[in-house]
């Protein structure tokens, strides 16, 4: 959050508002206004909200740009143009993997973007993943068997949406779906909407437009107390079957020689 303070600065002097006046609007102490701008002091989530929408930028934009004489806003339209994303690091400045269990799932849809909630999350490291932002979460229900339920998914944050890839899979936060791992079936770009799939085939995939879209994490690893059960030892049919296939194999092999 290294430009909040110089950009909230900035943009109070270009509307000619003095900090009194900027914190009479905003109905908070003008001493705080000066905190924020001096960088001693962070405005909370809502806070940061309340400014965003009272400039007309989105908090990614005042939280993430340096905005000044030069900078340019994305269109909003753009997915490009990317919601702000709360992250916690350990002592060391690094970034942890924060996990939402299902239990707080209903919760992630209203704390997503709340540091304060995001730092109240579990977390823990993995030495494979040192680039990139990263958080994992507790998947629930059958529909993406082979995967159990209860199995944590991680996955990397998904800055531009018209970078995900048909057929891979990945952790879809909406409004109306809440937390979802599906397998993604088209390009955003070309529909500005999501088809999602189950890997499981008794349930039918669907479409979710992209207004309702909150995050899009990217699956890399899984963690799971299930082990897989052990191959089946295999019966006359399926003996019979390889043998028979084994032997169509020689047969085209044969053809293709002569």
Request: proline share 7%; aromatic share 10%; no cysteine.
């Amino acid at each position: 959050m290294a430009n909040i303070s110089s950009n909230l600065k900035y943009l109070r002097k270009k509307k000619g508002l003095t900090q009194q006046q900027f914190a009479d609007t905003l109905d908070i102490k003008r001493s705080l206004v000066g905190a924020y701008e001096e960088d001693r002091a962070e405005p909370k989530y809502e806070l940061l909200k309340k400014f965003a929408e009272f400039y007309e930028l989105s908090m990614d934009e005042l939280i993430n740009e340096k905005i000044d004489d030069k900078w340019k806003p994305k269109p909003k339209g753009d997915p490009a143009n990317i919601r702000v994303l709360s992250i916690s690091v350990d002592s060391q400045d690094r970034e942890n993997i924060e996990l939402v269990p299902v239990k707080a799932s209903a919760g992630y849809l209203n704390g997503y973007g709340d540091p304060e909630y995001i730092s109240e999350l579990p977390k823990f490291h993995l030495p494979m993943f040192r680039q990139g932002t990263y958080r994992a979460f507790e998947i629930k229900g059958d529909s993406m068997l082979p995967l159990q339920s209860g199995t944590v998914v991680v996955g990397e944050y998904l800055s531009n949406w018209n970078d995900l890839k048909p057929g891979e899979t990945y952790v879809v936060i909406s409004k109306d779906d809440g937390i979802v791992y599906k397998r993604v079936g088209n390009r955003f770009k070309e529909n500005k909407s999501l088809k999602l799939i189950s890997d499981n085939p008794i349930y039918e995939p669907y479409t979710i437009p992209g207004e309702d879209v909150l995050e899009i994490w990217q699956a890399k690893a899984f963690i799971s107390t299930n082990f897989p059960e052990p191959t089946p030892e295999p019966t006359l049919e399926t003996l019979t079957s390889m043998v028979s296939q084994m032997q169509k194999s020689i047969s085209k092999l044969d053809r293709d020689n002569n």
